[in-house]
């Protein structure tokens, strides 16, 4: 018998009852079992039982499950939304991590072991002690261009992608872009093709060949995928017409930062008058927040 | 004319073409080079089968159902050969067994018996690679009716013929791009509509866009269903003259399926009359529409007249 702790003996040494972290241990097994198997096969999609949660499907409640699955005690938890550790959802979320399962919460990039994040992948670079859990709001990464899910998961056996070239073709012709702007679709170590959430193109080019994994959940669809470290993760795009990243008009406002992803001040709940006004400032509110403390 | 001695006429010719030269006066002739598809014994019936099938059918028994079991004969015994650039056209009245043909070829139905040898790809009927892997580079069917043929209403004319090429692996924008527009416009559609969605197009220019995004991969074998029906005269001659053109220089092996015997006129350079799913007559045009050997060819070619 192995000598290493259990996240049940864990449990036990902080004074928990084995089912801990709001989940009971048989669907936190039936995540874990779906997280081996997405990590087995970097990319594909994996049903899962996905559990009513008590925060509203789409709302984070796939990605809440694989966190609740996979922490313990020991465990640093970091959850962010579109790169800010203090919205509602992402507080909220925290808190029940924390609460139900006695681990510490963080909103320090480094210091965290578990970081769950909605849109954003931290800039800080992750390390491979650390796991990196994305809300997923619709895993198939066909689904605006197949709408029948049996005939979609056919293209995937066959890996057959031709309706999202030709998605992307289309756009380029007519556009002279492609106009998916988040959830850019990339193909994982060259034969799958992943909904890598809705995170901006330069957080998806950012995301193959990392030391640590990427978990993805999403509760409303039951589905999780997984990278391992060091996956190849491509974007979807034609061998002239490479991905660009969003471009920002201003350097941050506070911390004069001039490559990291940028978004006007107010964001989506500005006021109409203000639209196209404000100031430009980082996203990731922690990198923001190392880069003016250490400039 | 006996379809089973046009079959082993054909077998025979086809033989001699791939015969090794005997000696010098062999050696000094030009052999003609290998058909492109060679079809022999082509055959499908409809229904359990009894051992009078084919003595009731056909001719003798004036219809293509046996009485015996019920079974259809659709196509029996069809064989022919067609080389690069030529057109071969398939005449026939509805029911004849036409388009049961075409569907043979196009690996949409299973064939009974038979093969359908395609240059560089051997029999299709017993090829270990996937069908639509091989309706994708050795047999593509234009249909009669654009949206039967898969095309997307909603995406730019020149998206729909790309996708032909996406779907074989081009990955380079420009390339795909450069080869749907430049067939596109040499078929006659205006570089302004290109990138229009299909659902604006008419009958005739989808009917152009579905030719255009069969030719971009040039296929070996090109069926062409009904390719004018519905469509008025001025645009039926302008498309099949666009048709012509285009399969002269790709040097496709063509076979087209019409009721209309002008566009078999046109178009082709031998014609299978099929009747009661077997070949009852085979020739070249103006021999076939001008000296009609069988009773039902020269029906066919007098109701032209009347």
């Given at each position: 018998m192995s000598d290493a702790p259990t996240v049940a003996s864990l449990a036990a040494e902080h004074g928990q009852s084995e089912a801990y972290a709001y989940l009971d241990e048989r669907t936190k097994r039936n995540v874990r079992r779906a997280l081996l198997k997405a990590l087995a096969i970097p990319g594909w999609q994996i049903p899962f039982d996905s559990r009513e949660m008590p925060v509203a499907r789409g709302w984070g409640s796939g990605g809440l499950q694989v966190t609740l699955s996979l922490v313990g005690p020991t465990d640093t938890v970091k959850v962010i939304d579109q790169g800010d550790d203090s919205s509602a959802n992402a507080s909220s979320m925290r808190s029940l991590i924390s609460r139900t399962s006695g681990c510490a919460e963080t909103t320090v990039t480094e210091e965290a072991t578990i970081i769950q994040s909605r849109h954003r992948i931290p800039e800080i670079p992750l390390r491979g002690d650390q796991v990196l859990v994305l809300q997923v709001p619709h895993p198939e990464p066909l689904r605006r261009v197949v709408t029948n899910d049996a005939v979609a998961l056919e293209h995937h056996a066959e890996r057959d992608y031709t309706p999202a070239w030709l998605d992307l073709y289309d756009d380029e012709a007519r556009h002279g872009a492609p106009r998916t702007g988040a959830d850019y679709p990339v193909l994982v170590e060259g034969t799958t093709l992943m909904s890598p959430s809705p995170i901006p193109r330069y957080d998806v080019l950012r995301l193959g060949n990392r030391p640590h994994a990427t978990l993805l959940g999403a509760g409303r669809r039951a589905r999780v995928a997984a990278l391992p470290p060091f996956t190849s993760v491509e974007p979807l795009v034609f061998d002239d017409r490479p991905l660009l990243a969003e471009s920002a008009a201003e350097p941050c406002i506070r911390c004069g930062s001039i490559d990291s992803y940028r978004v006007q001040s107010g964001g989506r709940y500005q006021l109409a008058a203000e639209a196209g006004n404000g100031p430009w400032c980082c996203s990731d509110v922690d990198a923001c927040r190392t880069r003016r403390n250490d400039p | 004319m006996n379809p089973t001695s046009t079959a082993q006429a054909a077998a025979a010719q086809s033989a001699a073409a791939h015969a090794p030269a005997a000696g010098p006066t062999a050696a000094a002739q030009v052999l003609p080079p290998p058909p492109l598809l060679s079809a022999r014994g082509l055959s499908r019936r409809f229904g359990p089968g009894c051992d009078l099938c084919i003595e009731l059918t056909g001719d003798a028994g004036a219809t293509s159902r046996c009485p015996a079991c019920g079974t259809v004969v659709a196509v029996h015994d069809v064989s022919f050969d067609v080389g690069a650039g030529e057109v071969l056209g398939i005449v026939g009245e509805s029911g004849s067994g036409k388009t049961t043909l075409l569907s043979l070829l196009h690996l949409d139905t299973p064939a009974?018996?038979?093969?359908?040898?395609?240059?560089?790809?051997?029999?299709?009927?017993?090829?270990?690679?996937?069908?639509?892997?091989?309706?994708?580079?050795?047999?593509?069917?234009?249909?009669?009716?654009?949206?039967?043929?898969?095309?997307?209403?909603?995406?730019?004319?020149?998206?729909?013929?790309?996708?032909?090429?996406?779907?074989?692996?081009?990955?380079?924008?420009?390339?795909?791009?450069?080869?749907?527009?430049?067939?596109?416009?040499?078929?006659?559609?205006?570089?302004?509509?290109?990138?229009?969605?299909?659902?604006?197009?008419?009958?005739?220019?989808?009917?152009?866009?579905?030719?255009?995004?069969?030719?971009?991969?040039?296929?070996?074998?090109?069926?062409?269903?009904?390719?004018?029906?519905?469509?008025?005269?001025?645009?039926?001659?302008?498309?099949?003259?666009?048709?012509?053109?285009?399969?002269?220089?790709?040097?496709?092996?063509?076979?087209?399926?019409?009721?209309?015997?002008?566009?078999?006129?046109?178009?082709?350079?031998r014609v299978l009359v099929i009747h009661f799913g077997r070949v009852v007559e085979d020739g070249i045009p103006e021999q076939v529409f001008d000296d009609p050997q069988h009773p039902y060819t020269q029906l066919l070619v007098a109701s032209r007249l009347r």
């Open positions: - | 009974d018996a038979g093969s359908m040898v395609v240059d560089g790809y051997g029999d299709l009927l017993r090829s270990r690679t996937s069908d639509a892997e091989l309706r994708r580079s050795a047999v593509v069917m234009v249909h009669q009716n654009s949206l039967a043929a898969g095309l997307a209403p909603r995406l730019a004319a020149e998206s729909n013929v790309a996708e032909r090429l996406l779907r074989t692996g081009c990955r380079s924008f420009a390339e795909a791009r450069a080869r749907s527009q430049d067939l596109l416009a040499e078929l006659g559609i205006h570089p302004s509509r290109h990138t229009d969605p299909l659902e604006t197009f008419s009958g005739g220019m989808a009917q152009r866009v579905q030719l255009a995004r069969a030719l971009v991969n040039p296929p070996r074998v090109l069926l062409l269903d009904e390719p004018t029906t519905g469509l008025d005269p001025s645009v039926q001659a302008d498309l099949l003259e666009s048709v012509q053109r285009v399969t002269d220089r790709l040097g496709s092996a063509t076979v087209v399926v019409s009721h209309d015997l002008e566009v078999i006129r046109i178009l082709a350079d």
